[in-house]
């Protein structure tokens, strides 16, 4: 092997003498790292629109609410939020999917576009989460849980799922929360108030039972109740 390496040197040493010719690049010691104004889109506060086909709009922070909701078809959401910040949206199904809001800088972007949704999956909701402890999940049956805002935070596309579903279940509403007092609505105009006593459970739980439904009905809202009053959203 030694005798078969000084071969190939030697052969090597002539090709270099009768081919080889002066170095045609140039070799630059530059960094070239990106910088964070590249990496990153700059931090701003915007107000993001969001509406009934899903579809979300940024816009700064000084546009009019005339301004913004100008088309008629573009009733919706709007989120005062950061372009450095993330929204959860979730589906009935049960699963969670985090989306930055750079996704929506500058461009307008269906929800569905950012994501891998399962087919004959819908999303129903869209939330932010700063300063809040807790994700408040519950179903069309009545069953409710609360989880650590990290354990739902992912950055798959496909989703996580955070409550395990019993048969024809589904996911009804999903609320940021800390350790607000909540009001749950049915479909045939009962209402039901919680304190804090709902349970902090892993994603593969199904929950407790927070109300008793009487047959045909079912699970419509649920609302954070404050001290002065009742954030409701249908």
């Known amino acids: 092997p030694k005798k078969i390496d000084e071969i190939i040197i030697k052969e090597t040493d002539e090709l270099i003498k009768k081919f080889g010719d002066e170095r045609r690049t140039q070799i630059i010691d530059e960094d070239l790292s990106i910088t964070k104004a590249e990496e990153e889109i700059i931090k701003e506060d915007i107000l993001l629109l969001i509406n009934n086909k899903g579809l979300a709009k940024s816009f700064p922070l000084n546009t009019s609410i005339e301004k913004i909701l ?7 959401k709007i989120i005062l939020t950061n372009t450095q910040d993330k929204l959860l949206t979730y589906s009935q199904s049960g699963k969670m999917y985090t ?19 399962d087919k004959n999956d819908q999303l129903k909701d869209v939330l932010t989460y700063k300063n809040k402890k807790y994700i408040l999940c519950l179903t069309k049956f009545g069953l409710g849980k609360k989880l650590k805002i990290d354990d739902v935070i992912s950055n798959r596309k496909s989703g996580i799922q955070i409550i395990k579903l019993k048969d024809n279940d589904n996911l009804v509403r999903v609320l940021a929360v800390n350790d607000e007092p909540i009001i749950i609505f049915t479909k045939n105009g009962f209402a039901l108030g919680i304190k804090d006593q709902i349970p902090i459970q892993g994603r ?8 008793k439904l009487s047959q045909n009905d079912n699970v419509f809202n649920i ?8 954030n409701l959203e249908i």
């Open 70 to 76: 100008k088309n008629k078809d573009e009733v919706g």
């Open 99 to 117: 989306i930055p809001v750079s996704e929506f800088y500058g461009t307008n972007k269906y929800l569905e576009s950012t994501i891998i949704l």
């Open 204 to 211: 593969s739980s199904s929950g407790v039972r927070l109300i």
């Open 223 to 230: 609302s954070v109740v404050n001290k002065n009053y009742v």
